[in-house]
């Protein structure tokens, strides 16, 4: 295999390479639109090419060994694993949604911006050198090592499995939605496209392939967010750096939202904290999407791709710089957006905006079928007359408030462009970018369900003699099974899977993190503590969720629902997180203390020389 | 070489590399947590531009999230080589 060999050591001329074609590329979609190419071949050009170059990188990785297919043969340098843990990070919802929620929420969507960085310190510090040092292909298979036997091995796949599941379907969702919307085509076909786009990434080669796309769909990804938000920061302030430049377009939304207060509007001031959560879910918010983060484990699998341990400490600092980027630009996006939009109310000394100075695209976003994009006076803004007869009903003639403007947080990213006044290619690229970011995150978890069922479930419990040839095809098999899974399910555009979502950190925290932190700074903890950790943390949060927004019936709106405290759903692990860590050091020590074998092992886990602890026969 | 180091090596080693955890921990805390308590206070104080209670939560804590992971992955390496517990 000398090919592999030659690849590693010439990734930045081979990156180099393709990010002069995807500039060349852009460029060239920029001069077939002056010269008349119409937008739609635009945005399939740009959707072709990407998926093309995707289907390029996955064949090229395809691969018949195991250690090349669960942890890209480790050699995956710190940098360029960054890159892919930061693609397999940011979700279609991230790249989508984030700035949106930024734009309805203002300082209190700031959660979520501090929840999913902070997290890293925890993976860096706790977590990520010594999952490495393991050397386990899965997480769950670090469980069943540290903890023996099958039962800590099978919760760990419950809890990966409860986590990964819902959140693989809403990529396969996400990716069908912005294929349906840039396509123009119908959304049932559409869920298939995204599934072709995800399953070429990895069904050759798994992690090997997954890697290697993975850095390729970042760079598209980043660069296809940041390019608008630099767009708009020069057309606004002359300065090509948004994030430095919208502190004074805060100052100009705060003195609007003054305007609009002053004429009787109530309006959130958009920098203001604690309008729309209370500083308690706020700050359990945070708390819940750290840890959980930490403990995700299409996450920190990827640190076990790295060479050495060094490598995995340097690896999580790359990943959470490349995080960053997007992370820190969102809330400019955001205020930009808020600008442009509230610049509309205010224009010319008013405080309203008349019907018929509607601009067309809240008609175009607006009229978008089988999705509620733009609503004014509450109801679907599909034309002038539909919204006319809206405002009227409630009394509202000529013009209509600020507030009465709602746009879904997920349009804000994708009609910005638009609404800003960008070309096609920009919107295109834009598109391209969100398309990136869900079939990589998508890709990761799929990796994650699939090797767990593979390696833990059926070589580890059920097949332990399986040659590497069978290993791989079942391997194969339930990866295809398991998209195909979830692209049936996200066809049926289950609302409730997908507000499912957010419970995955709090159950992936309340699962995994006490166990796993445990594991490997204190000695003590053994496997009676762990399996009782996992079952206490997991099974109240899961309890408290379902509890929380269902009730005893499972049927929502029933009034059984019960709370503790008031916390919200979305922050359902601050109750199962301490309660796993409580329950697991507490039973290991009323038990025996785990065997000198294992607690030499943990002693070894610590120290990084030496080479990884578990052999795999290949 | 053997491949092991000392068990009063590693004990040292250990020490000092949860030291340096507790250490990163507690900065973590402070700029996931403990700064953004005083949001109101700091929106009092302007800073290139925006207010500082809001500067901190959408960039100033990021940073220092991103800065602290790559100062511990340099300390964390310099503990594990004065005890010999770094890989070759």
């Given at each position: 295999?000398?090919?592999?060999?030659?690849?590693?050591?010439?990734?930045?001329?081979?990156?180099?390479?393709?990010?002069?074609?995807?500039?060349?590329?852009?460029?060239?979609?920029?001069?077939?639109?002056?010269?008349?190419?119409?937008?739609?071949f635009?945005?399939w050009a740009?959707?072709?090419?990407?998926?093309?170059?995707?289907?390029?990188?996955?064949?090229?990785?395809?691969?018949?060994?195991?250690?090349?297919?669960?942890?890209?043969?480790?050699?995956?340098?710190?940098?360029?694993?960054?890159?892919?843990?930061?693609?397999?990070?940011?979700?279609?919802?991230?790249?989508?949604?984030?700035?949106?929620?930024l734009?309805?929420?203002?300082?209190?969507?700031?959660?979520?911006?501090?929840?999913?960085?902070?997290?890293?310190?925890?993976v860096?510090?706790?977590?990520?050198?010594?999952?490495?040092?393991?050397g386990?292909y899965?997480?769950?298979?670090?469980?069943?090592?540290?903890?023996?036997?099958?039962?800590?091995?099978?919760?760990?796949?419950?809890?990966?499995?409860?986590?990964?599941?819902?959140?693989?379907t809403?990529?396969?969702?996400?990716?069908?939605?912005?294929?349906?919307?840039?396509?123009?085509?119908?959304?049932?076909?559409?869920?298939?496209?995204?599934?072709?786009?995800?399953?070429?990434?990895s069904?050759?080669?798994?992690?090997?392939?997954?890697?290697?796309t993975?850095?390729?769909?970042?760079?598209?990804l980043?660069?296809?967010?940041?390019?608008p938000?630099i767009?708009?920061?020069?057309?606004?302030?002359?300065?090509?750096?948004?994030?430095?430049m919208?502190?004074?377009?805060?100052?100009?939304?705060?003195?609007?939202?003054?305007?609009?207060?002053?004429?009787?509007?109530?309006?959130?001031a958009?920098?203001?904290?604690?309008?729309?959560?209370t500083?308690?879910?706020?700050?359990?918010?945070i708390?819940?999407l750290?840890?959980?983060?930490?403990?995700?484990?299409?996450?920190?699998?990827?640190?076990?791709?790295?060479?050495?341990?060094?490598?995995?400490?340097?690896?999580?600092?790359?990943?959470?710089?490349f995080?960053?980027?997007?992370?820190?630009?969102?809330?400019?996006?955001?205020?930009?957006?808020?600008?442009?939009?509230?610049?509309?109310?205010v224009a010319?000394?008013?405080?309203?905006?008349?019907?018929?100075?509607?601009?067309?695209?809240i008609?175009?976003?607006?009229?978008?079928?089988?999705?509620?994009?733009v609503?004014?006076?509450?109801?679907?803004?599909?034309?002038?007359?539909?919204?006319?007869?809206a405002?009227?009903?409630?009394?509202?003639?000529?013009?209509?408030?600020?507030?009465?403007?709602k746009?879904n947080?997920?349009?804000?990213?994708?009609?910005?462009?638009?609404?800003?006044?960008?070309?096609?290619?920009v919107v295109?690229?834009?598109?391209?970018?969100?398309?990136?970011?869900?079939?990589?995150?998508?890709?990761?978890l799929?990796?994650?369900?699939?090797?767990?069922?593979s390696?833990?479930?059926?070589?580890?419990?059920?097949?332990?003699?399986?040659?590497?040839?069978?290993?791989?095809?079942?391997?194969?098999?339930?990866?295809?099974?398991?998209?195909?899974?979830?692209?049936?399910?996200?066809?049926?555009?289950?609302?409730?899977?997908?507000?499912?979502?957010?419970?995955?950190?709090?159950?992936?925290g309340?699962?995994?993190?006490?166990?796993?932190?445990?594991?490997?700074?204190?000695?003590?903890?053994?496997r009676?503590?762990?399996?009782?950790?996992?079952?206490?943390?997991?099974?109240?949060?899961?309890?408290?969720?379902?509890?929380?927004?269902?009730?005893?019936?499972?049927?929502?709106?029933?009034?059984?629902?019960?709370?503790?405290?008031?916390v919200?759903?979305?922050?359902?692990?601050?109750?199962?997180?301490?309660?796993a860590?409580?329950v697991?050091?507490?039973?290991s020590?009323?038990?025996?203390?785990?065997?000198?074998e294992?607690?030499?092992?943990?002693?070894?886990?610590?120290?990084?020389?030496?080479?990884q602890?578990?052999?795999?026969?290949? | 070489?053997?491949?092991?180091?000392?068990?009063?090596?590693?004990?040292?080693?250990?020490?000092?590399?949860r030291?340096?955890?507790w250490?990163?921990?507690?900065?973590w805390?402070?700029?996931s947590?403990?700064?953004?308590?005083f949001?109101?206070?700091?929106?009092?104080?302007?800073?290139?531009?925006?207010?500082?209670?809001?500067?901190?939560?959408?960039?100033?804590?990021?940073?220092?999230?991103?800065?602290?992971?790559?100062?511990?992955?340099?300390?964390?390496n310099?503990i594990?080589?004065?005890?010999?517990?770094?890989?070759?």
């Amino acid at each position: 295999m000398a090919m592999k060999g030659d690849f590693t050591d010439n990734l930045g001329r081979i990156y180099g390479i393709y990010v002069g074609g995807f500039t060349v590329f852009v460029i060239a979609m920029a001069i077939l639109e002056q010269i008349g190419m119409p937008p739609r071949f635009i945005l399939w050009a740009y959707m072709a090419m990407t998926i093309g170059v995707y289907a390029f990188i996955g064949i090229m990785s395809r691969t018949g060994e195991v250690s090349e297919y669960y942890v890209a043969g480790r050699r995956v340098p710190a940098v360029y694993n960054g890159m892919a843990t930061g693609a397999d990070w940011m979700s279609g919802a991230s790249f989508v949604g984030m700035a949106g929620s930024l734009y309805v929420l203002g300082y209190d969507g700031l959660a979520f911006v501090l929840g999913w960085t902070g997290g890293y310190v925890l993976v860096a510090v706790l977590l990520a050198p010594y999952l490495r040092k393991f050397g386990a292909y899965t997480v769950p298979d670090f469980l069943g090592t540290r903890y023996g036997g099958n039962l800590p091995r099978l919760l760990g796949i419950i809890v990966l499995f409860c986590c990964s599941f819902t959140y693989v379907t809403a990529q396969v969702y996400a990716s069908g939605i912005i294929a349906s919307q840039f396509l123009g085509i119908d959304f049932n076909i559409a869920v298939f496209a995204g599934l072709a786009g995800i399953l070429v990434c990895s069904m050759l080669g798994g992690m090997r392939a997954v890697t290697w796309t993975q850095v390729a769909q970042y760079i598209i990804l980043i660069v296809a967010y940041l390019l608008p938000a630099i767009w708009m920061s020069t057309v606004k302030t002359g300065v090509p750096i948004p994030q430095l430049m919208y502190g004074t377009v805060l100052d100009d939304i705060a003195s609007m939202e003054q305007q609009l207060i002053a004429a009787g509007q109530t309006i959130k001031a958009h920098a203001e904290p604690f309008t729309n959560y209370t500083p308690r879910d706020f700050f359990f918010l945070i708390f819940c999407l750290m840890v959980g983060t930490a403990s995700l484990p299409h996450i920190l699998m990827r640190f076990f791709t790295t060479p050495t341990v060094r490598e995995a400490r340097k690896s999580v600092a790359w990943s959470l710089f490349f995080i960053f980027l997007l992370y820190f630009t969102a809330p400019s996006y955001a205020a930009f957006a808020k600008f442009n939009v509230m610049s509309m109310f205010v224009a010319g000394g008013g405080t309203t905006l008349a019907f018929e100075s509607i601009p067309d695209w809240i008609f175009r976003w607006g009229s978008i079928e089988g999705h509620t994009l733009v609503q004014i006076c509450g109801e679907k803004a599909i034309s002038l007359e539909a919204v006319r007869a809206a405002c009227e009903a409630k009394g509202i003639t000529g013009g209509f408030n600020f507030t009465e403007l709602k746009l879904n947080n997920d349009m804000i990213v994708l009609s910005t462009p638009e609404i800003a006044g960008m070309p096609w290619f920009v919107v295109g690229l834009v598109g391209a970018g969100g398309f990136a970011a869900a079939l990589s995150t998508a890709d990761g978890l799929l990796l994650a369900i699939a090797n767990a069922l593979s390696h833990d479930v059926y070589y580890r419990m059920i097949d332990p003699k399986a040659d590497t040839k069978h290993r791989l095809m079942v391997a194969k098999v339930i990866l295809v099974l398991v998209a195909i899974a979830a692209a049936l399910l996200a066809r049926t555009k289950p609302s409730d899977i997908l507000s499912m979502v957010a419970w995955a950190f709090s159950l992936a925290g309340a699962g995994l993190f006490a166990p796993l932190v445990l594991g490997v700074w204190d000695q003590r903890t053994n496997r009676t503590g762990a399996i009782c950790g996992i079952i206490a943390g997991f099974g109240l949060t899961l309890g408290y969720l379902i509890g929380n927004v269902y009730g005893f019936d499972l049927a929502k709106g029933t009034g059984d629902e019960f709370s503790w405290f008031g916390v919200k759903s979305i922050s359902a692990g601050v109750f199962g997180i301490p309660a796993a860590f409580i329950v697991t050091y507490v039973v290991s020590r009323m038990t025996a203390e785990p065997s000198r074998e294992m607690q030499d092992f943990v002693l070894r886990l610590r120290v990084p020389r030496g080479g990884q602890m578990m052999e795999h026969s290949h | 070489m053997s491949d092991q180091i000392t068990p009063e090596a590693a004990a040292a080693h250990w020490a000092r590399t949860r030291s340096l955890m507790w250490v990163c921990l507690i900065v973590w805390a402070i700029f996931s947590f403990g700064i953004h308590f005083f949001v109101g206070v700091l929106n009092g104080i302007t800073f290139l531009g925006f207010p500082l209670g809001f500067y901190m939560a959408a960039q100033g804590s990021l940073i220092v999230f991103v800065v602290l992971i790559f100062w511990y992955a340099g300390r964390q390496n310099a503990i594990d080589e004065e005890f010999g517990a770094a890989e070759d």
